[in-house]
C-alpha cells in the first residue's frame, strides 16, 4: 500500500536513519577520529582492538583479520580507517555486494601491497563464489585463478602478501561458520549511551566551531537513538536552524525548537514512528493487529514498516511482536500522552511481573 502522495518513505529520506548517504560521506569523514584514543564509545572493543593491533605490531606482522558486526551507524567503516592509521598501511575499501563473481575479488586481492588493510563493507552480502575464494586468501594468503572452460581448464596458483581483512557486517548470522571462523578478532558494536552521544557532540561541535551549552547536547543526544551518525546529522540540523535564526549559543530550548521543526521528537521518534504507535493505539486498540492491516492504515508499504519503523519501536519498548500481531506496549500508551486501557498495562512484562500476574505464556506471547 503506497502513500497517498505515491512516495513512500525510505530509510534514506529519514533524518533518523542510521543508513549513510552519499551526499554526507564528505562531512562524515571530516567528523571522523583518526584514531582509538579519539574514538568514543565501545570501550570494551576498542581495548580489545588496541591490545590485538599493538601485538601485530610488535611481531611486526599484518594484524589478524578483523570482523566487526553491528547496527549501521555505529562506527564500523570509522574503526576499519583507524585500524589502518594505527598499522601505518594503506586502505583499500569494497563491499559485498560489489563482488558479485570471484574475479571481482581476485582482481582485489591480486593488486593488494603487503601490510596492505582491505575493508569489505556488507560482508555478508558477497557472493558465494567469492566467499569460498576468501577462504583460501584469509587462511594461506593464496588463491587458484582458473583459467579457461571445460575439460580445458587449468588452475593457477597465486601467492598474496600478507595483508589484513576488515569485514563489517549488520547481520552477523548470515554469515557462513566457514568465513566467521577465518577472522581473528571479532567485535560487535553497542548502540551508544546518551552520556557517550554527547561525547560524541562535544567532539563534532568542537570540529564544527559550534557553541552549545551542557544542556544543548544532552537534548540532542537524547534524541539520537543512540547512533552517533544519527546524532551528528541532527547536530547540523540544530546548526542549521541556529544559523537561520541568528543564535550564537545553542541551549536545550534551541536544540529542542529546531529538532521539533523537524519532527523529532524527545525520544527520537520521527513522523512515520508516530504514524505507526497513533494508528496502533487509536484505530486497533493496541492491537494485536497484522502487519499488513498496520502498514494499510498509515499508508506504507508493509516492508517500509517492518524494516524502517519496529526495529526502533521493538527496542524501545513501544511496540511488542507477538504471533497474533503487533500490539502496542503501555509505554505507547505514555508516549503519546494518552491514558492505557488495563489489558495494555497488563501485556508490559515488567508491569505484569509487578502485578503478579501469571507468566506461562510469556514465550509465545513476545517474540525475540
Keep these: 500500500m503506497a502513500r497517498e502522495d505515491g512516495a513512500a518513505v525510505n530509510a534514506r529520506d529519514r533524518l533518523v536513519s542510521a543508513t549513510d548517504e552519499p551526499d554526507e560521506k564528505q562531512l562524515e569523514s571530516a567528523l571522523r577520529p583518526a584514531n582509538l584514543d579519539e574514538f568514543v564509545g565501545q570501550k570494551r572493543v576498542r581495548q580489545q582492538l588496541s591490545l590485538v593491533l599493538e601485538a601485530s605490531r610488535l611481531r611486526g606482522r599484518s594484524a589478524d583479520h578483523v570482523l566487526l558486526s553491528g547496527p549501521p551507524g555505529l562506527g564500523k567503516t570509522t574503526l576499519a580507517m583507524i585500524i589502518a592509521e594505527e598499522m601505518g598501511a594503506p586502505l583499500r575499501i569494497s563491499s559485498g555486494p560489489a563482488i558479485q563473481h570471484a574475479g571481482d575479488l581476485a582482481a582485489i586481492l591480486s593488486s593488494l601491497t603487503e601490510g596492505e588493510v582491505l575493508f569489505l563493507d556488507e560482508i555478508h552480502r558477497m557472493s558465494r563464489p567469492a566467499e569460498e575464494m576468501l577462504y583460501m586468501a584469509m587462511e594461506d594468503f593464496r588463491v587458484d ?96 536552524w541556529a544559523l537561520v535564526h541568528g543564535v550564537e549559543r545553542i541551549d536545550a530550548r534551541a536544540a529542542s525548537t529546531a529538532l521539533d521543526m523537524y519532527e523529532v521528537d524527545a525520544r527520537g521518534l520521527d513522523r512515520l514512528d508516530r504514524s505507526v504507535l497513533t494508528a496502533l493505539v487509536t484505530k486497533f486498540n493496541g492491537g494485536p493487529v497484522g502487519l499488513s492491516t498496520l502498514a494499510i492504515a498509515v499508508g506504507e508499504e508493509t516492508e517500509t514498516v517492518e524494516t524502517v519503523a519496529e526495529p526502533y519501536l521493538v527496542r524501545e519498548g513501544l511496540l511488542g511482536r507477538t504471533p497474533r500481531g503487533r500490539i502496542a506496549m503501555a509505554a505507547a500508551w505514555e508516549h503519546l500522552g494518552l491514558p492505557a486501557p488495563e489489558h495494555a498495562a497488563y501485556r508490559d512484562p515488567a508491569l505484569r511481573a509487578a502485578l503478579g500476574g501469571p507468566d506461562e505464556d510469556d514465550a509465545t506471547l513476545f517474540e525475540d
Design 145 to 240: 585463478i582458473v583459467v579457461g572452460k571445460g575439460a580445458g581448464a587449468t588452475s593457477i596458483p597465486l601467492d598474496l602478501p600478507p595483508f589484513t581483512l576488515v569485514g563489517a557486517t549488520t547481520r552477523a548470522g548470515l554469515l557462513p561458520g566457514p568465513l566467521r571462523d577465518r577472522f581473528g578478532f571479532t567485535g560487535h558494536l553497542e548502540f551508544y549511551s546518551v552520556e557517550e552521544l554527547e561525547l560524541v557532540l562535544r567532539r563534532s561541535a568542537g570540529l564544527m566551531d559550534l557553541a552549545m551549552t551542557a544542556e544543548g547536547f544532552a537534548e540532542v543526544a537524547s534524541r539520537s537513538r543512540g547512533t552517533p551518525r544519527i546524532a551528528n546529522r541532527l547536530l547540523r540540523r540544530v546548526r542549521d
